[in-house]
């Protein structure tokens, strides 16, 4: 029996054509400045490379770069999120009830500022935000870069520190909100431990909801409850 012939370096195993990265960049509307930077992030697979210049992409790269682009541009999401969605998508999952999640977990606040442009926006310094970012008062979702959430609260903390407080003090909020965490994790982990993909996404949403309608309700009533216990602006034991 005769031998199969190899496909050619410029076809895939399945016998669609493979693209060099100018026919990908024309058919995507991408420079190829930012397909290289997907493909350095894990967003794209890596090209097949056939000589010190030339490599060539699988044709689905033209739908995973369209997909890419809609998720970008609707939801904003940190990287780390777009490529879990990726990843399930690729085992062949219906995304959707994921993309809803991040949705609901990021509340699409994407646009980010660097260091030296998020110190000018709060008023604190370099070294004082890198110092927040340590004690974890100030958690960026990507290193180096923060969005409108973290302006808001570097304003916070920039205005405290105006106030005289030793925001060291502080260091129990992170403490006491990764025990909160800890709680809420178990909590998601035992209601979804036998669920399938989909229903486990559509929980883990509503619980997602219904933890960030608690926490700030259950705080804030403990406080007045304490508020109207005291004598003034004392406790009643004063």
Not at 1 to 10: D, W
Not at 17 to 43: D, F, N
Not at 99 to 123: D, H, I, P
Request: include cysteine; hydrophobic fraction near 40%.
């Amino acid at each position: 029996m005769p031998r199969r012939k190899p496909a050619p370096l410029t076809q895939n195993g399945d016998g669609s054509k493979l693209m060099r990265i100018k026919e990908l960049a024309e058919s995507t509307g991408l420079p190829k400045s930012t397909i290289a930077h997907y493909v350095h992030q894990g967003l794209l697979p890596k090209p097949i490379k056939t000589a010190r210049n030339m490599a060539y992409y699988h044709p689905s790269c033209v739908e995973r770069i369209a997909f890419l682009r809609q998720i970008q541009s609707q939801y904003r999401l940190p990287l780390a999120a777009i490529k879990r969605l990726l990843k399930e998508r690729d085992k062949g999952r219906d995304v959707t009830p994921l993309l809803e999640f991040q949705k609901v977990l990021f509340r699409n606040t994407r646009r980010t500022l660097t260091l030296n442009k998020f110190s000018k926006a709060t008023g604190l310094s370099a070294e004082e935000a890198n110092s927040y970012v340590e004690m974890q008062l100030l958690i960026p979702l990507e290193n180096g870069l923060f969005d409108e959430e973290d302006i808001e609260i570097g304003r916070v903390l920039n205005r405290l520190c105006e106030l005289g407080v030793d925001l060291e003090e502080a260091s129990f909020y992170p403490r006491i909100c990764k025990q909160l965490l800890e709680h809420e994790l178990e909590w998601r982990r035992r209601l979804t431990a036998e669920l399938p993909f989909e229903q486990d996404a559509s929980l883990t949403l509503e619980l997602t909801r219904a933890a960030r309608a608690l926490r700030p309700y259950v705080i804030d009533r403990l406080f007045q409850r304490r508020l109207l216990a005291m004598k003034g602006l004392k406790d009643a034991d004063d």
